[in-house]
């Protein structure tokens, strides 16, 4: 009976998460009570090698994943989060796992300020609730996300987007040659469930109407801008 519960447990497991054995997982929640002692005392890196190893234990720990994303976190908010692989994309593949695995941690994250520097990210947005498709939500996820284009000759975003309230935005593309190393173009945009339209104020380059979509996987295509723009800051250039 124990084997055909535990066979069902992993059945029932998210998808490319395994069960774990007893051994398995006595040894991660070891690993995890010696990694929290180390985040108390602020010894990150020590931690995050105790948490990784628990998640590869026992993948089924949400408390393993919360823990490893706040630990990221931690790192980032201390700049070490290039040293560490803690890149936004990293911390919210573990906070979607904690919340999947143990639902009561979607309460948590809010709260939780060491979170508070990733809430402009894409999949934030899906943790929240929020789903691209519906007009009222994918407006909504335009202006909580910060947009950035590709990277440029200086490994950082050459351009971006800011969406902002009463159908208002503002274009920016790297310019060395003005005061603000940037140029800003003011524009307006309107939203029909994932298409975008954009009208900017003043041409950008022979562009001044652009209409594209917000895809499913975080990128935002318009035609004729300089993008695509995405969520990626490009933090860390290889």
Same mark, same amino acid.
């Given at each position: 009976? @124990? ?33 929290? *002692? ?14 990784? /190893?628990?998640? =590869? ?18 790192? %980032?908010?201390?700049? *070490? ?12 593949? @573990? ?12 309460? $948590?994250?809010?709260?939780? *300020?060491?979170?508070?520097?990733? =809430? ?10 929020? =789903?691209?498709?519906? +007009?009222?939500? +994918? ?42 190393? %940037?140029?800003?173009?003011?524009? %307006?945009?309107?939203?029909?469930? $994932? $298409? ?10 022979? +562009?001044?109407?652009? /209409? ?21 800051? @490009?933090?860390?250039?290889?």
């Amino acid at each position: 009976m @124990h084997t055909a519960r535990l066979s069902l447990a992993c059945l029932l497991g998210a998808a490319l998460l395994t069960c774990a054995g007893p051994a398995e997982a006595g040894s991660a929640k070891a690993g995890l009570a010696k990694a929290q *002692k180390l985040f108390r005392h602020k010894k990150y890196p020590a931690a995050l090698r105790e948490l990784e /190893q628990a998640v =590869q234990l026992d993948p089924q720990s949400a408390r393993a994943h919360w823990e490893l994303a706040r630990t990221m976190a931690a790192l %980032r908010e201390a700049g *070490k989060a290039c040293e560490h692989g803690a890149l936004r994309s990293m911390i919210l593949r @573990h906070l979607f796992k904690a919340c999947r695995l143990n639902p009561r941690y979607k309460r $948590r994250l809010k709260r939780e *300020k060491l979170f508070r520097p990733i =809430q402009d990210a894409f999949a934030w947005q899906g943790l929240m609730g929020l =789903q691209v498709g519906r +007009t009222d939500q +994918t407006e909504r996820i335009l202006r909580a996300v910060t947009w950035y284009g590709p990277a440029g000759d200086a490994k950082a975003p050459a351009s971006g987007i800011d969406f902002r309230t009463k159908g208002r935005l503002v274009l920016w593309v790297r310019d060395e040659g003005s005061e603000l190393g %940037r140029k800003d173009v003011l524009g %307006r945009y309107r939203v029909q469930h $994932r $298409r975008v339209m954009v009208t900017l104020d003043k041409p950008l380059g022979e +562009t001044k109407e652009a /209409q594209g979509e917000l895809k499913l996987t975080g990128e935002l295509w318009l035609p004729g801008l300089p993008g695509p723009f995405s969520d990626d800051p @490009h933090e860390c250039p290889k």
